[in-house]
Nanobody, 123 residues
Framework: QLVESGGGLVQAGESLRLSCAASGFTFVDYAVGWFRQTPGKEREKVACISHSDATTFYGDSVKGRFTISTDYAKNTEYLQMNSLKPEDTAIYYC??????????????????WGQGTLVAVSF
């Protein structure tokens, strides 16, 4: 199970940190990532980390502003979001899969997904 938290309403330029708490499994050999979606748009993979080899992925729209990290003791993944922009407004979902970041998001029947948390960025 994955449970996200940390969303909210902020102004442009501010920061938020999202959390994804995992239960029932540990991150070893899993890819854990963050996706976002807004109405009328395709789901976007924002960031991901492959715990098997510690490689990371960031979408072009968030590179240099967002950072994914892990607290293994808490079995929790984080997404630190800095310099937020109104176009970052979306529902953010955490997902995990026993594979690497390239595969995450392509095999939903093999993936775990959280319930989502809303991030709203005002001008």
């Amino acid at each position: 199970q994955l449970v996200e938290s940390g969303g909210g309403l902020v102004q442009a330029g501010e920061s938020l940190r999202l959390s994804c708490a995992a239960s029932g499994f540990t991150f070893v050999d899993y890819a854990v990532g963050w996706f976002r979606q807004t109405p009328g748009k395709e789901r976007e993979k924002v960031a991901c980390i492959s715990h098997s080899d510690a490689t990371t992925f960031y979408g072009d729209s968030v590179k240099g502003r967002f950072t994914i990290s892990t607290d293994y003791a808490k079995n929790t993944e984080y997404l630190q979001m800095n310099s937020l922009k109104p176009e970052d407004t979306a529902i953010y979902y955490c997902a995990a899969m026993y594979d690497d970041c390239d595969a995450l998001g392509q095999y939903e029947h093999l993936e775990l997904w959280g319930q989502g948390t809303l991030v709203a960025v005002s001008f």
